[in-house]
């Protein structure tokens, strides 16, 4: 089932329509993807495919348009919810090791995405392999929690996992 997600939500700027994101964003869509968006709210995919379809949209532009509204966020797969009250499970200390040059772009996500886990213990070591951008200060800053390893020259990924191992 397809879902309105919490902080998504409906205004017009001008006469056009536009949805608010979840992060505060404002996206202007055309009058065909809003009528889209407003009618997959509440609908499973096989129902989305049958119905909407008979409106001579062929099942490829409504897979299509389906995939992007997700993606920019605007509607939320049920099965890609989370589970609000996740309990938390523990077991044996897990060590996550990662390997990084360069990469503050993609890290957020990624550190984040590891903070939401609901098993303990985790302890995550970044392995940063001659990175040139600052990423030591930027995680001693922003992820205290991160163990952090700085390689002065880059070596092979197979190379910077075992030292990640070795150090952790």
Same mark, same amino acid.
């Given at each position: 089932?397809?879902?309105?997600?919490?902080?998504?939500?409906?205004?017009?700027?001008? $006469? /056009?329509?536009?949805? &608010?994101?979840?992060?505060?964003?404002?996206?202007?869509?055309?009058?065909?993807?809003?009528?889209?968006?407003?009618? #997959?709210?509440?609908?499973?995919?096989?129902?989305?495919?049958?119905?909407?379809?008979?409106?001579?949209?062929?099942?490829?532009?409504? $897979?299509?348009?389906? @995939?992007?509204?997700?993606? #920019?966020?605007?509607?939320? $797969?049920?099965?890609? /919810?989370?589970?609000?009250?996740?309990?938390?499970?523990?077991?044996?200390?897990?060590?996550?090791?990662?390997? #990084?040059?360069?990469?503050?772009?993609?890290?957020?996500?990624?550190?984040? @995405?590891?903070?939401?886990?609901?098993?303990?213990?985790?302890?995550?070591?970044?392995?940063?392999?001659?990175?040139?951008?600052?990423?030591?200060?930027?995680?001693? @800053?922003?992820?205290?929690?991160?163990?952090?390893? $700085?390689?002065?020259? @880059?070596? &092979?990924?197979?190379?910077?996992?075992?030292?990640?191992?070795?150090?952790?």
């Amino acid at each position: 089932m397809y879902l309105q997600p919490p902080g998504v939500e409906e205004t017009k700027i001008d $006469r /056009r329509h536009v949805l &608010s994101t979840g992060e505060g964003g404002k996206i202007v869509i055309d009058a065909k993807l809003f009528a889209f968006w407003k009618f #997959a709210i509440g609908k499973d995919l096989s129902t989305i495919l049958v119905e909407y379809t008979a409106q001579e949209v062929n099942q490829n532009e409504v $897979r299509a348009g389906l @995939s992007c509204l997700v993606e #920019a966020g605007l509607l939320l $797969r049920e099965q890609d /919810r989370q589970p609000e009250n996740s309990e938390m499970v523990s077991g044996p200390l897990v060590s996550i090791i990662i390997v #990084a040059h360069n990469s503050q772009e993609w890290l957020t996500e990624c550190l984040d @995405s590891i903070g939401q886990q609901t098993y303990q213990p985790i302890e995550i070591l970044l392995v940063d392999n001659g990175s040139d951008d600052g990423t030591g200060t930027w995680i001693s @800053s922003a992820y205290p929690q991160v163990k952090y390893h $700085r390689l002065m020259t @880059s070596v &092979s990924f197979s190379k910077a996992i075992n030292i990640g191992v070795e150090k952790s």
